[in-house]
């Protein structure tokens, strides 16, 4: 069974401050994909950045980066100069290729609040 | 591009009603989901199909079904609504997983907020 854990229910950051979202997993598939969603207060998910469990370099999108940690099982997101628009529950997913049931295993979240 | 369609975006019910929620999808994806989002619960997956003819459960499908009516329509069916049923409702499309390849994000539909009282 996957398994992802968020461990920050809430985050205050200062604007243009950078911000580190925990994420660590577990699975015990060889081959997966870990996933950043952002769902902004008018309630939609939004695709932000994606790691490969083969990837050896780290995904980067812009502002946003995943620290991979493969060892430790953790994928860290990292917004670098945080914005207000920044506001929002960010979710940590898994997919995996194992041949089990499909589609996304989510954390918790994270609610992330920019401060002026 | 409409991406992921979901209808209704509200929807009250009495306990014991019926209902069912209607999504498409026009980006060609074989694999169709339906999950739920709970305060402080994250999404938690109910079915999933991945393609069309084929449902299964997911992590929760008690007091629900699903029909994949073709490969662009998936939808979710309360044959008796009960109060732990109110949630939000999201449906997504997705890429198939091929071999070692999972880089395929998923799209969201916009979420059907459902309260059953």
């Known amino acids: 069974a996957q398994k992802i854990t968020q461990t920050q229910p809430g985050m205050f950051v200062q604007e243009k401050e950078a911000v580190t979202l925990d994420c660590t997993y577990d699975t015990s598939d060889q081959s997966y994909g870990l996933f950043w969603y952002k769902q902004p207060s008018s309630g939609e998910m939004i695709f932000l950045i994606y790691q490969g469990s083969y990837d050896e370099q780290n995904a980067t999108e812009g502002r946003y980066s995943l620290n991979f940690q493969k060892a430790r099982k953790s994928a860290n997101l990292v917004i670098s100069a945080s914005q207000l628009g920044d506001s929002a529950m960010y979710f940590c997913a898994m997919r995996s290729a194992g041949g089990g049931a499909d589609g996304l295993t989510f954390g918790k979240g994270t609610h992330l609040i920019i401060q002026p | 591009n409409a991406g992921v369609t979901q209808t209704p975006k509200f929807q009250v019910l009495k306990t014991g009603q019926s209902m069912t929620l209607q999504c498409a999808q026009d980006?060609?994806?074989?694999?169709m989901y339906w999950y739920r989002q709970d305060p402080g619960m994250g999404l938690r997956l109910i079915y999933y199909?991945?393609?069309?003819?084929?449902?299964d459960k997911g992590e929760v499908p008690n007091g629900y079904n699903v029909s994949r009516l073709n490969k662009r329509e998936f939808s979710l069916r309360l044959e008796s609504a009960a109060p732990s049923q109110t949630s939000v409702y999201f449906c997504?499309?997705?890429?198939?997983?091929?071999?070692?390849?999972?880089?395929?994000?998923?799209?969201f539909g916009q979420g059907t907020r459902l309260t059953v009282v």
């Open positions: 997504a499309s997705s890429e198939s997983v091929w071999g070692v390849y999972v880089n395929t994000e998923a799209f």
């Open positions: 980006m060609n994806h074989n694999s």
């Open positions: 199909s991945a393609s069309e003819g084929t449902t």
